[in-house]
């Protein structure tokens, strides 16, 4: 069975610096993964996903990740953040194994919180 | 807007009461969910309809019911329910896995429950 971990529950940044939330998984089988963005009072919004090819992909507001086989990493980053970003942060996993269900796994989530 | 559209966003309730809670999705999407967030919990998944068809209980008690009567709502009925249970209820949809394998989920806003 598939599993996320992200290693920090809170990420305390000043404004304009970069950012990298981290994120862990363990499968047995190729996996999907994505990244999602939970605003306060808000739902999940998909960020960024990565399916295949490049490793690394680019998703909206300027926030991109990597993909790492050997290191089962799929680490988030920004380069500047921003007021707004301010949120918390989903790592998901899916199994790539074929099936009817679409069953995602979800990490803990990292509080992003940035401070003028 | 998110393009599913849960409702109400509040809801308080005894633990005698029964009340319901509405998803709504104007996507085209063929499958639902529901996921319940707690703090400091990663999300759960507690139901998936895949063209109105229930293929996914995840051991959900049965204080929650879900219904599906079509591909475009989805409503989770609520009965006898414990303290425990106050949580943001997520309402998602995709596109089935096996039609677009990729698709990802798109989230409502949710419904914030407390059981008193």
């Known amino acids: ?116 | 807007e998110t393009g599913v559209t849960q409702t109400p966003r509040h809801l308080v309730m005894g633990m005698t009461n029964k009340k319901s809670l509405k998803c709504e999705q104007h996507l085209g999407h063929n499958a639902m969910y529901w996921y319940k967030q707690s703090a400091k919990k990663p999300l759960e998944l507690m139901f998936v309809y895949n063209f109105k068809e229930q293929t996914e209980n995840n051991s959900v008690p049965s204080r929650f019911s879900p219904e599906c009567p079509n591909s475009s709502h989805l409503f989770l009925h609520l009965h006898t329910l414990q303290p425990e249970d106050s949580a943001l209820y997520l309402c998602a949809s995709s596109q089935v896995p096996g039609i677009s394998y990729n698709s990802p989920l798109h989230f409502g806003n949710g419904t914030r429950l407390t059981v008193t």
């Open chain 1, 1 to 116: 069975a598939q599993s996320v971990t992200q290693l920090d529950s809170q990420v305390p940044v000043f404004e304009e610096a970069p950012v990298e939330l981290r994120c862990n998984y363990s499968s047995s089988v190729s996996v999907y993964l994505f990244w999602y963005v939970q605003y306060p009072n808000q739902g999940l919004q998909l960020l960024l996903k990565y399916l295949s090819g490049s490793t690394l992909v680019k998703g909206i507001n300027g926030f991109e990740a990597e993909f790492n086989k050997s290191q089962t990493s799929f680490h988030l980053r920004k380069p500047s953040v921003h007021i707004s970003d301010t949120a918390e942060y989903f790592c998901a996993v899916r199994e790539n194994s074929g099936g009817s269900n679409y069953k995602l796994t979800f990490g803990k989530g990292t509080l992003l919180t940035v401070n003028p």
